[in-house]
Every structure is written in C-alpha cells, then in structure tokens.
Nanobody
Framework: QVQLVESGGGLAQPGGSLRLSCAAS????????MGWYRQAPGKECELVAE????????SYADSVKGRFTISRDNAKNTVYLQMNSLKPEDTAVYYC????????????????WGQGTQVTVSS
C-alpha cells in the first residue's frame, strides 16, 4: 500500500521557520522525483519545490527561492522542506508528491500524493 505522510506543519510567526517532512512507503522511493506543492485559500495548487531521484538537482518557485530548501534521504524514504523567513503568503496546505515529472499545477500531476499538512504564518 502506497503512503505519503506529511508532518511538521503548524503555526509560525512571520520571519520564522518550519520543517516539513514526508515519509514514503509502499514503493521504491529512490526511483521517484519528489515535489512539494501548496494550495492557498482561493488559489490553485502549485509546485513549490522539486528534487531529483538522487537529490542532485533541485528547483524552486520564484516566490520561495532563497527561503525554502528541499532535500531527501533515500535511506529513510523521506523528503523534507525547510522553510525559513516565512511570510503570511506562505500560508497554505502543503502536499508532497512522488512522480516521474513534476508539473507546475497539482491537477497536471499523477503519481502519489500525501494528505497534506497545514502551514499558517501569522502574528
């Protein structure tokens, strides 16, 4: 049974940090690219960051570049998203995805999805 379980969300103050984790099981994690997506209220679900199978290549949405870092540990079947310098506009439900290719919008993507974790940035 394939599972992706996100954790680490919560409430943070502007300028603060959170670290999201996504634990995978039921498939060969190291053979899949991984992505973090987010959906803010009233907005489309879109790609935030992605990482290649071996972790050697990463890319980020312009809105988070320089503040967020994606990484993975294939020995632990886990992908992470370190979020620093958080802004209120980062408030969203964050999802991890395992797939062959990461498209910009959630609706374009297949693969496997987690259930999401809420991140709220507010003072």
């Amino acid at each position: 049974q394939v599972q992706l379980v996100e954790s680490g969300g919560g409430l943070a103050q502007p300028g603060g940090s959170l670290r999201l984790s996504c634990a995978a099981s039921g498939f060969t994690f190291s053979m899949y690219a991984m992505g973090w997506y987010r959906q803010a209220p009233g907005k489309e679900c879109e790609l935030v960051a992605e990482i290649s199978t071996d972790g050697g290549t990463t890319s980020y949405a312009d809105s988070v570049k320089g503040r967020f870092t994606i990484s993975r540990d294939n020995a632990k079947n886990t992908v992470y998203l370190q979020m620093n310098s958080l802004k209120p506009e980062d408030t969203a439900v964050y999802y991890c995805n395992a797939g062959v290719v990461m498209f910009r919008l959630c609706t374009q993507n297949g693969g496997y999805w987690g259930q999401g974790t809420q991140v709220t940035v507010s003072s």
